[in-house]
């Protein structure tokens, strides 16, 4: 795989052109209201029928009885909805059997697990029952989904406010469902972040995996070694300021983050891709002498020092106070393309790095190179090849799964929103090929890695690398279209799987991407409605 990686770094587009979208006009006649089955990610199952639900300036959004989280919940889904509806949806905690419900527990709610949601919507309510917060959650986003596009917009907008009549039962096909984000390439701040944060939300995606250190920048504070930032994070790719996030930003982000149901994992990656780090401590090279910050593209120059002692004081104070700052219980320690680290040293780190993570109460992740070295105990290795990786290579993961090491399924040439749709693409990368809406869709998790057992698949997840990418308006045209079906794998029921309704149903949310101010990608894969 290097080999090929070299040389598409070097065919790599850097004057990437711009992917804005003009914001059309909204539309003049009353929008209809979408019907159940048009929902993405495809729900576990819907039945149709009886009359509309229709939002009017009297709704009531109620919580019964309701805790803070699903009050929370109740307040997101008014602040989503008053901009456009221009109607005052006052959220109470008094019950009634009108308006907007939502509430947690009762009618056989425990069947719906952590995640998973009931809607119900008939003339006079729309109710939303859940066993827990995050099951409301995601019933909103199905609500949301069920109004018209022209909901999403932040200015009043003409009617009607109507969804379908008819009940939504739905929980996730997996529990992990990431996408990733990498703000060392190019630094993103936290304002992108939460933005990128909502987009994910709407699909129902879980998991904000941060890719946070690599050759080009170190993104987060530390307070035991304060120049990972102030001198590791000053750069990008192309020579720009770069960035970083300071403890609070980063909390910040955990916290939002969390208001909007996605844990954060936060990945160190490493020994390779550490060129910033090396740069920014002499004591942390073999031979104590620090390289040059680099802004290139290049992968797998860089190593830390294995044999030195210095170099596992610093990972035990980075994964210490990364850990402290990271409710979740996954912290990804990174393990790809260590090129420039002999395979005895690569094993040799892993094997030391791996309890340190344990030590500071946290389940590490690494990129799939982890299983050729020894996997602890309740590792998760992330499978990033291609069809291009080798037999070897893929039966090292598959044996470690079979010994339990649980994977998350992110394959370069389906789920890398970095790589081009097509030739013509002005921004990504090509190295694991064009990767087009059709193509990173239609392929199933569960069987990607023929052996893996299917408790081995702990989900799935959507890289998004930014050796391109330095603006939003760049990854949303690189994430979208193909961003809702890598959730919708990993979310809908294998049975739903089916490219021809799946294009339809997602050639409806263009017009809501119009709505939120995305610029995406118009695959001509995809039956788009004409723009109004
Ligand atoms: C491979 S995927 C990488 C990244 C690059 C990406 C670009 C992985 C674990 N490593 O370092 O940014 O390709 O597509």
Redesign the pocket.
């Known amino acids: 795989m290097r080999r090929r990686?070299l040389l598409c770094s070097l065919l790599l587009v850097t004057a990437a052109g711009t992917a804005t979208a003009a914001a059309p006009p909204p539309a003049a006649a009353a929008p209809a209201a979408t019907p159940l089955d048009r929902v993405v990610p495809a729900p576990a199952a819907v039945h149709p029928g009886g009359d509309p639900y229709t939002l009017g300036d009297r709704t009531t959004i109620r919580v019964p009885g309701g805790g803070a989280e699903a009050r929370q919940v109740a307040g997101y889904l008014a602040g989503l909805l008053r901009p456009a509806t221009g109607f005052s949806l006052p959220v109470t905690t008094r019950s009634g059997s009108d308006g907007i419900v939502l509430k947690i527990g009762g009618k056989d709610t425990a069947k719906l697990g952590a995640e998973g949601y009931r809607l119900e919507s008939g003339p006079r309510s729309v109710t939303v029952r859940a066993a827990r917060p995050a099951g409301l959650f995601h019933g909103v986003q199905t609500l949301r989904q069920l109004l018209p596009p022209s909901v999403e917009r932040r200015t009043e907008q003409p009617g009607a406010w109507r969804i379908a009549g008819g009940t939504v039962t739905d929980t996730p096909r997996y529990g992990y469902r990431a996408a990733m984000l990498?703000v060392s390439?190019h630094f993103f701040g936290v304002r992108q972040v939460k933005r990128y944060i909502d987009q994910l939300a709407l699909y129902k995606l879980n998991t904000l995996h941060l890719h946070l250190s690599?050759d080009q920048g170190w993104r987060i504070a530390i307070d035991s070694w304060p120049k990972l930032t102030s001198h590791g994070g000053s750069t990008q790719v192309g020579g720009g300021r770069g960035g970083f996030f300071t403890k609070a930003d980063y909390r910040e982000i955990v916290k939002y983050a969390a208001s909007r149901y996605l844990t954060v994992v936060p990945e160190i990656d490493m020994p390779g891709?550490t060129n910033a780090a090396l740069s920014s401590y002499a004591e942390l090279n073999c031979d104590g002498k620090a390289p040059p910050l680099y802004t290139g593209t290049d992968?797998g120059f860089s190593s830390f020092c294995v044999p030195k002692k210095k170099t596992y004081d610093f990972v035990d104070d980075v994964v210490r106070e990364l850990a402290a700052m990271t409710p979740g219980r996954y912290l990804h320690i990174g393990g790809?393309?260590a090129h420039s680290t002999s395979h005895d040293d690569y094993v040799a780190f892993m094997d030391k790095v791996q309890p340190v993570v344990a030590k500071y109460g946290k389940t590490a992740i690494g990129?799939h190179q982890l299983a050729g070295a020894h996997p602890a105990k309740g590792t998760v290795a992330q499978y990033?090849g291609y069809d291009a990786t080798s037999a070897d290579e893929r039966k090292e993961v598959t044996e470690a799964a079979a010994h339990g090491t649980r994977l998350i399924i992110s394959p370069?040439d389906r789920s890398?929103l970095?790589?081009k749709y097509d030739k013509n693409t002005p921004l990504g990368?090509a190295?694991?090929g064009y990767v087009s809406v059709r193509r990173s869709y239609d392929w199933n998790p569960a069987t990607y890695l023929p052996g893996v057992p299917e408790k081995g698949v702990l989900g799935v997840e959507a890289?998004l690398?930014t050796?391109t990418l330095s603006t939003s308006a760049q990854l949303e045209y690189m994430a979208f279209p193909r961003l809702p079906g890598i959730a919708e794998l990993g979310w809908s029921p294998a049975s739903s799987h089916d490219w021809d309704r799946y294009r339809a149903r997602l050639a409806a949310q263009g017009p809501r991407w119009d709505a939120m101010g995305i610029g995406y990608y118009r695959s001509p894969e995809v039956p788009w409605p004409g723009r109004s």
Request: net charge negative.
């Open positions: 990686r990498d390439r690599d891709h992968v790809d393309e990129w990033w370069a890398y970095d790589m990368l190295w694991a890289p690398w050796e």
